[in-house]
Each structure stands twice: as C-alpha cells, then as structure tokens.
C-alpha cells in the first residue's frame, strides 16, 4: 500500500486589510504557538494583534473569513469547525444561483477557525502604536468616484441648487498608441432631470384622472341603483295593488 507523509507543521496565510487607508497585505505565519491565539475563534471575533508578534502591539483585528486547506470557505452562521455540506438558496453566501430558485447542496466549512484554515482573512479594527509597512503607512487612492447624485453631492459639500453634473469625477483611461487621452465618467444615477420632473408630473395626473372617473362612475352607479330599487318598489306596489283589488271584486262578487 502506499504510505501518505502528512506534514505536522501548520501553516496559515493572512489576509490583513486596512479599511481606512484601502490596503492589503498577506502574511503566512507557520509558528504553532502565534495561530493558537486564533484556534476556536468565529467568524466576526475580536483577537488582540500582539498575538502575531510584537510589532503588532496595540493593533486589534476581526476576522471576517477564510478558506480551509482545500479551498472551501467558511460561512458565517454554521457553528462548527469541520466542513459541512448545506442546501443552498439564493440569498446563502458562499453560493451563486445560475437560474432563478435554483437551489443547490454544496460543501462549506463551519465559521470556527481550527488548524485546517489555510487562508484566513482579517480586518484592522483599531491601529497600533508602531505602522506596518505596506499596510498603515500607505494610501490605496479609490479607482472610481461616487455615482449616485446625492453622494457626489455630500463629497463636494453642494448645496441643492448646485449642478451636480460639473461635479463629476473622471477616470483618465490609459493612452493607447497613436491615440488621444481618453477619460471616462459615471452615469450619475437618481438625478433630477426635466425629463424626471415631467413623468411625475404624468404619473399624478394620471392618479388624480383615475382617481375622478372612479368617483363619477360610483356616483352614477349608486344612482342607477336607486332608480332600480325605486322601480322595483313601485312594481311591487302595483301588483299589491292590483292583488287586492281582485280579492275585493271577488268578494263582492260573491
């Protein structure tokens, strides 16, 4: 048979992101002792950041997920450090639905993090007293600018009379050759155009027309109701009427 030598040396790769200055950076630490302050942590905990060492002294990290050995992630809600394998619908993390209600069972592993994690990711929640270079001491400018009007509109300070539009932040495209500087912008979105005010004004107009028809043929209704009762009535009158009539010449008649 054949013999199968499993390495007893753990081995874990970070992923250590710096939300306020947008960047990334990926350690792998092998030492037993330095892992085990994460061991039996979930998903979303707090670890204190001098477990890896002294330089991160101070520093407070959340773990936010990561990937076992083989590459399955772990999923925030399943409370177990093994991989399990789950029903999953359209709105489950770790799974894409490729048609509509699609449902699918697939592996995940459990939010608890063991020695099985190869990758494991973390977020700096509060800073140190030392920087950390290449990840606190640099800034990762935003690719793109905001696109909807009303966040444009709180980056520069606009009033509501401002024009949105002159506003825009342009992305300059890298130059090909022979060719002029290209830039490119968003298509601002929930901005109030003529064309906006117009299909409201429509749209109201519309309602309140709807709105009055309903009212005249209620009206015209109720009216044509009271004329059938009252119709009806009167036929009933009539053949009580005619009714004794008859009865009396019949006693007379007698």
Do not use: W
């Given at each position: 048979?054949?013999?199968?030598?499993?390495?007893?040396?753990?081995?874990?790769?970070?992923?250590?992101?710096?939300?306020?200055?947008?960047?990334?950076?990926?350690?792998?630490?092998?030492?037993?002792?330095?892992?085990?302050?994460?061991?039996?942590?979930?998903?979303?905990?707090?670890?204190?950041?001098?477990?890896?060492?002294?330089?991160?002294?101070?520093?407070?990290?959340?773990?936010?997920?990561?990937?076992?050995?083989?590459?399955?992630?772990?999923?925030?809600?399943?409370?177990?450090?093994?991989?399990?394998?789950?029903?999953?619908?359209?709105?489950?993390?770790?799974?894409?639905?490729?048609?509509?209600?699609?449902?699918?069972?697939?592996?995940?592993?459990?939010?608890?993090?063991?020695?099985?994690?190869?990758?494991?990711?973390?977020?700096?929640?509060?800073?140190?007293?030392?920087?950390?270079?290449?990840?606190?001491?640099?800034?990762?400018?935003?690719?793109?600018?905001?696109?909807?009007?009303?966040?444009?509109?709180?980056?520069?300070?606009?009033?509501?009379?401002d024009d949105v539009r002159k506003y825009v932040i342009r992305r300059e495209l890298p130059v090909k050759e022979g060719k002029k500087k290209r830039t490119k912008a968003p298509k601002i979105q929930r901005l109030v155009t003529p064309e906006r005010l117009q299909r409201k004004r429509r749209i109201l107009a519309?309602?309140?027309?709807?709105?009055?028809?309903?009212?005249?043929?209620?009206?015209?209704?109720?009216?044509?109701?009271?004329?059938?009762?009252?119709?009806?009535?009167?036929?009933?009158?009539?053949?009580?009427?005619?009714?004794?009539?008859?009865?009396?010449?019949?006693?007379?008649?007698?």
């Amino acid at each position: 048979g054949h013999r199968f030598f499993v390495s007893s040396r753990v081995n874990m790769k970070f992923n250590i992101s710096y939300p306020v200055s947008g960047a990334q950076k990926s350690i792998e630490i092998d030492d037993e002792q330095k892992l085990r302050a994460f061991y039996d942590k979930r998903i979303s905990q707090e670890v204190a950041g001098e477990a890896l060492g002294d330089q991160y002294k101070g520093y407070i990290f959340k773990i936010t997920g990561g990937n076992d050995k083989q590459g399955f992630p772990m999923k925030q809600g399943v409370l177990t450090n093994t991989r399990v394998r789950l029903l999953m619908g359209k709105d489950a993390s770790c799974f894409r639905p490729r048609r509509s209600g699609e449902r699918r069972r697939k592996s995940v592993r459990g939010c608890i993090v063991g020695s099985d994690i190869g990758v494991l990711s973390l977020v700096i929640v509060k800073k140190g007293d030392e920087e950390l270079p290449g990840l606190t001491d640099k800034d990762v400018p935003r690719r793109l600018g905001p696109k909807r009007a009303s966040k444009i509109r709180k980056l520069f300070n606009l009033k509501k009379e401002d024009d949105v539009r002159k506003y825009v932040i342009r992305r300059e495209l890298p130059v090909k050759e022979g060719k002029k500087k290209r830039t490119k912008a968003p298509k601002i979105q929930r901005l109030v155009t003529p064309e906006r005010l117009q299909r409201k004004r429509r749209i109201l107009a519309l309602k309140k027309r709807r709105a009055t028809k309903n009212k005249t043929e209620a009206a015209e209704y109720a009216k044509l109701v009271a004329q059938r009762h009252k119709e009806a009535r009167e036929k009933r009158k009539e053949s009580a009427s005619k009714r004794r009539s008859q009865k009396d010449s019949s006693v007379k008649a007698q």
